[in-house]
């Protein structure tokens, strides 16, 4: 007679009950899909925002900069300026970064009088704009 390790008794009516291995997805992998991947990607939508935050401050702190070089101008240096230019819309090349600079900053003057009734003969502020170019 063979001995084996493990006997088994089988009788002829009956099966043998193998471990049952189950298929498809715990509760745990769903709640994991379902949740953290949705968080992940919200995460990083909100790096990818700080970083345009952060480029937009700093184009916001160039541009005031520049804004506070011209106002420390005194106002005939900016009214002959704005006169030489001969518009609002005509770029003044005295204030304005180089062509070709990256992140050019325009600067444009021109004379301003707060009321509109009246011809603009000795204006009272100067309007100046700073912008990107």
Known sequence: MVRTAHPTLISPNRRVCHAHQATGFSYTEVLVAITLIPALESLHSGV????????????????????????????????????????????????????????????YLARYDGDISMPITTPSLMLTRACYG
């Open 48 to 107: 990818l925002g700080s970083g345009i935050h952060s480029a937009h401050a700093n184009h916001h702190h160039r541009l005031t900069g520049k804004m506070e070089e011209i106002l420390a101008k005194s106002f005939s240096s900016l009214e002959q300026e704005a006169d030489a230019a001969g518009g609002p819309a005509v770029i003044v090349d005295a204030y304005s970064d180089t062509a070709g600079t990256a992140s050019r900053r325009l600067v």
